[in-house]
């Protein structure tokens, strides 16, 4: 089964908006979690990630919430702009005894309207 | 910096053709990856490998085979191209904290 679910397929936010982009995990040994952004015609790129030692993190306007009980967490947009437009692929992973694998979510794509 | 660079960009075949694709990084990481990006599926994890000589299989290896030659280059062959398939396959190399991706080959099956 997937292991990284990204329910929503697709997201549309007016400009200025928050965008908020979920992900699911079924794997509790995953300690590592990551969101990428992948812009068509263009290769993923790493946005943000976070340890399971922690539940926040933020970077200028995109935060990450981690709920290690609930097997799942987000990416949070604030001011959301047109440039934001784009697919979100969720990802995590084992910082030890994961061989370096990540498993990424199915995507979603974000649209942010003007 | 570095780059990872995947060749072909195009890739057309047969049915039942074997095909290669092959990419090349320079980061001089350890681990290397081959994915398959379908729409509305996400990456998934064809073969994987943590050192030079080394294979893992991910989640979609059925199919494929893949040979890691060398620390910087990792092909992926197709076995046996499927009718009417269509998919980008990226190649990456890093590892869990972060990967880095090339710009993937595209393949058409006629």
């Known amino acids: 089964g997937q292991q990284v679910k990204q329910s929503s397929p697709s997201l549309t936010v007016q400009e200025g908006g928050i965008s908020i982009l979920n992900c699911d995990y079924e794997?509790?040994?995953?300690?590592?979690f990551a969101w990428y952004k992948k812009y068509p015609d263009n290769s993923p790129t790493l946005l943000i990630s976070?340890?399971?030692?922690?539940d926040k993190r933020e970077d200028g306007r995109l935060t990450v919430f981690l709920n290690k009980s609930g097997k799942h967490f987000s990416l949070h947009i604030t001011a959301s702009q047109p440039e934001d437009t784009a697919v979100y692929l969720c990802?995590?992973?084992?910082?030890?005894?994961?061989?370096?694998?990540?498993?990424f979510g199915q995507g979603t794509v974000l649209s942010v309207i003007p | 910096g570095g780059i990872i660079t995947q060749t072909p960009k195009f890739l057309i075949g047969q049915e039942g053709q074997k095909l290669t694709l092959k990419c090349q990084q320079n980061?001089?990481?350890?681990?290397m990856y081959w994915y398959r990006q379908d729409s509305g599926k996400g990456l998934r994890l064809i073969y994987y490998s943590i050192t030079e000589n080394d294979l893992q299989k991910g989640d979609l290896s059925e199919g494929y085979d893949a040979s890691r030659e060398k620390k910087s280059s990792f092909s992926l062959t197709v076995t046996s191209a499927q009718k009417n398939e269509m998919a980008v396959f990226l190649c990456?190399?890093?590892?869990?904290?972060?990967?880095?991706f090339g710009p993937g080959t595209r393949l058409t099956v006629l």
């Open positions: 794997n509790d040994m995953f300690d590592y």
């Open positions: 990456a190399s890093g590892g869990y904290a972060e990967q880095f």
């Open positions: 990802a995590a992973g084992m910082a030890t005894g994961g061989n370096n694998k990540l498993t």
């Open positions: 976070v340890r399971s030692n922690v």
């Open positions: 980061f001089n990481h350890d681990t």
